[in-house]
């Protein structure tokens, strides 16, 4: 029944491209990447619309910018650089879906957060950011089957799953959970939402393979 959690690689589809390193991927692989990376960035928008609280990275980010003065923007360009770095020891390979990743999410995070709707009560509260953490999860094995190369964050996830051989969702909470730990150590704020992400982003990722996996 939990099966997914075990999961311990990205699974290869027919849909899979063969490289990260493929600049003339075949039609339903740049589709799967483009519509992960919607569904990947709709689900923020929705974290961020609920009002319970930002992803771990941004309040790692915030709190690096309490501290050093630099804007918020800054911070989060800093820590993207510094955990692509991470990449080389990871032996982890870019490529297009790496690009795709910043500009995608990014877009749908602009124009998506203006037209979702906000909340007063808790409940609805809540089940949106449950909802938006679900979607990201989903989002985010999608376009990681599609195997165009990974954002930072999630090339860092693959590549310490390799590295050390423990199931994906073990290995993006125990990351989102320490980059929770280290942000409100260091004055990052934080709220339900941010807790319901460090925690169940790592399983909703699972599940999302698991269910793609079968896709051959």
Known sequence: MFDFIQIREV???SWSSNEPLNFKPKLKTLIALIV?????????????????GVSPWTALAQGF????????????????????LLWIPLKQKPGIGTIFNAIIIS??????????PTFEGIIFKVTQALLGVFITGLG?????????????????????QRVTGFPIAWVRSTIEITVLTIGWWL?????????????GIG??????????????
């Open 187 to 199: 004055g990052g704020i934080i709220g339900l939402g941010t807790i319901f992400f460090a925690v």
């Open 107 to 116: 877009l749908v995070l602009h124009y998506a957060i203006p037209f979702l």
């Open 65 to 84: 910018s309490n501290i050093s003065g630099f804007s918020l923007g800054f911070t989060t360009f800093f820590i993207s650089i510094f955990v692509l």
């Open 11 to 13: 699974p290869k589809t």
């Open 36 to 52: 992960g990376l919607i569904l990947f960035g709709l689900g923020e928008a929705l974290l961020v619309t609920s009002q319970m």
């Open 140 to 160: 985010g094995g999608i376009y990681l089957i599609a195997n165009l190369g990974p954002g930072a964050r999630d090339g860092l996830m693959t590549g310490l």
């Open 203 to 216: 399983p909703c990722l699972a599940i999302s393979l698991t269910i793609f996996s079968s896709k051959k």
